[in-house]
């Protein structure tokens, strides 16, 4: 599917398909409008959305209408994570009403003739829910892109579904060796994580349907001597790390975060082993990944695209098991329930995005603080947010992880005098 979004920096065309994108002035929107509008005479399938068309005026500061959902489908899990963010259910029922296929369905189709074009489904375990490959079906569907965040918890025939369905996105999480995994996320996970990850792999090239296959570890001071054992783990099953760094939200501690010059450690691991194990920095990324030789091209993408800061409320919206709004599904829990917005089942999703109040708090972010930091947009986008307000009570306020002054005291200076300019 080709989607052709007009936005305040001109337009945007995403092939689904490919999940690649190109970003338009508005001279070349309108000839692309045209050419689509042409080929739809002849029967080709694409979607045009503009949000003047109903009735609301091209901001600045969000895309006109959310290009990305995360769709919580459920509260419940098999995993038993000490450090899950949102206090999942073990097993048993969900905790909060679930919306139901039909509300889904309904949410995805909307979406869909909005210009959506990526759908995340995530929990709690999603694939516990009974519909699941039905969900996955109507955003098949739709063509729009699936990905689905997992504990990897399962066997053979739910990765061949997935696949079945279309499934071209799938994250699983992982947090260490063996013994720092199953001291976080329970006895055995480890072993069933590893299970899946080599079904996955050996799939990987059979046919067009294999995924994108990412593993989600969450660093913290109980397994941040794990590092290693994942890069080199991940590079032989031909997947991608990705490593966040613990938001004290939910179950997680606050004692288990890592202090500044502890993320810089990390980071430079992290660089010594893309080398080491000859990874492009795309197979494993870093929260502050500030030794990176491949620094974000700053100014070559529009906001929200250009890594000035966390794309929450600008460019994806987040909805809970029970259909709420919210920015960011971290923030879940935050601040008693104050993040919560408007019931997605009860409203209009374009208007929601628009004019919902959480979205509208979210949206005042500005990384204000990052000014001056040679770090910023090239190999960091500000920080999370979350962690920020969870420690500080300020959305905008500076990320406890962040390594700016140490290293502008300290080092890297490769970096520092050559590396961004």
């Not at 939910?250 to 890592?258: H, S, T, Y």
């Not at 001056?372 to 090239?378: A, F, K, S, V, Y």
Request: charged share 30%.
């Amino acid at each position: 599917m080709i989607i052709l979004r007009r936005e305040f920096f001109g337009g945007l065309l995403v092939d689904t398909e490919s999940d690649a994108n190109e970003f338009l002035d508005e001279p070349q929107f309108e000839q692309k409008r045209k050419e689509l509008e042409s080929l739809a005479a002849k029967g080709e399938k694409s979607r045009i959305f503009d949000v003047r068309e109903f009735g609301y005026a091209l901001r600045s500061d969000t895309l006109g209408s959310p290009a990305d959902l995360y769709v919580e489908l459920t509260d419940r899990c098999d995993g038993a994570c000490v450090h899950c963010y949102a206090s999942r259910s073990e097993g048993g029922r969900s905790e909060r009403e679930e919306m139901t296929f039909a509300e889904v369905e309904k949410l995805i189709r909307d979406a869909a003739v909005l210009g959506s074009y990526y759908v995340r489904l995530t929990g709690g375990e999603p694939t516990l829910r009974p519909d699941f490959f039905d969900i996955l079906e109507v955003i098949r569907e739709e063509e729009l892109i699936p990905s689905v965040n997992t504990n990897g918890l399962f066997g053979v025939n739910v990765i061949d579904k997935m696949l079945d369905c279309g499934l071209q996105d799938i994250r699983i999480s992982l947090d260490g060796d063996e013994k720092a995994n199953d001291a976080i996320r329970g006895k055995g996970a480890y072993a069933k994580v590893l299970s899946s990850l080599k079904i996955l792999s050996d799939r990987a090239g059979q046919s067009d349907r294999s995924p994108r296959v990412t593993v989600n570890m969450v660093l913290m001071r109980d397994n941040r001597h794990c590092v290693r054992h994942l890069a080199e783990l991940t590079a032989k099953l031909g997947c991608k790390l990705s490593i966040g760094l613990l938001r004290p939200t939910g179950r997680a501690k606050k004692e288990q975060m890592l202090s500044p010059p502890q993320v810089l450690e990390a980071a430079k691991l992290v660089a010594g082993l893309r080398n080491e194990l000859g990874l492009e920095s795309s197979r494993i990324r870093i929260s502050f990944d500030v030794f990176s030789k491949d620094p974000f091209h700053a100014g070559s993408m529009p906001y929200p695209f250009d890594n000035s800061s966390c794309a929450c409320a600008s460019k994806g919206i987040g909805l809970t098991t029970d259909g709420r709004v919210i920015a960011c599904n971290y923030m879940t829990r935050l601040d008693d329930g104050l993040w919560l917005g408007e019931d997605v089942r009860k409203g209009d999703l374009l208007q929601l995005w628009q004019e919902s109040r959480v979205l509208e708090r979210a949206r005042k972010v500005r990384r204000k603080i990052c000014r001056g930091c040679p770090h910023h947009i090239l190999r960091c986008n500000g920080g999370c947010p979350v962690t920020a307000f969870a420690i500080t009570g300020d959305l905008d306020g500076p990320d406890p992880y962040c390594v700016r002054d140490l290293t502008m005291a300290d080092g890297p200076k490769d970096i520092l005098q050559g590396g961004l300019r």
